[in-house]
C-alpha cells in the first residue's frame, strides 16, 4: 500500500504561482513513477505532468507546458508540481498519484496505481 497526501492548493489570481506538494509513504519512493492529475467541474480528469523514478525524465500536457514544472526529492519521498503563470482555466481539483510498475527511465500517462484526496486549485480572472 502507498499513502499519497497532497497540500499546496488555494485560491490565487491569474498570472500568480502555487506549488503543490505529495507526500508518499508506505513503499520504496524511489521504486516508483510518478504523476498530477487534475479534474475540473464537469470535466474528466486529466493528465497534467509526469516525472520517471530518477526524477531525470518528465512531460508535460500541452496546455502546461512551459509553466508548469514537476520535480521529485526522493530523500523526502516528496513530488512537486511549480505552478506559474497561472490561468482561470486551471482551476480543478490536482490530484498525485503513483505507478508502481515500470522501468526506471520512463514517464507515463497512464496506468497509475494509488492516489492522494486531491488539492483544490481556484484561479481567479
Known amino acids: 500500500q502507498v499513502q499519497l497526501v497532497e497540500s499546496g492548493g488555494g485560491l490565487v489570481q491569474a498570472g500568480g504561482s502555487l506549488r503543490l506538494s505529495c507526500a508518499a509513504s508506505?513503499?520504496?519512493?524511489?521504486?516508483?513513477?510518478m504523476a498530477w492529475f487534475r479534474q475540473a467541474p464537469g470535466k474528466e480528469r486529466e493528465f497534467v505532468a509526469a516525472?520517471?523514478?530518477?526524477?531525470?525524465?518528465?512531460d508535460y500536457a500541452h496546455s502546461v507546458k512551459g509553466r508548469f514544472t514537476i520535480s521529485r526529492d526522493n530523500a523526502k519521498n516528496t513530488v512537486y508540481l511549480q505552478m506559474n503563470s497561472l490561468k482561470p482555466e486551471d482551476t480543478a481539483v490536482y490530484y498525485c498519484?503513483?505507478?508502481?510498475?515500470?522501468?526506471?527511465?520512463?514517464?507515463?500517462?497512464?496506468?497509475?496505481?494509488?492516489w492522494g484526496q486531491g488539492t483544490q486549485v481556484t484561479v481567479s480572472s
Open positions: 498519484a503513483v505507478r508502481v510498475t515500470g522501468v526506471v527511465n520512463q514517464t507515463y500517462r497512464l496506468g497509475y496505481d494509488y
Open positions: 508506505g513503499r520504496t519512493f524511489s521504486n516508483y513513477a
Open positions: 516525472i520517471s523514478r530518477s526524477g531525470v525524465y518528465t
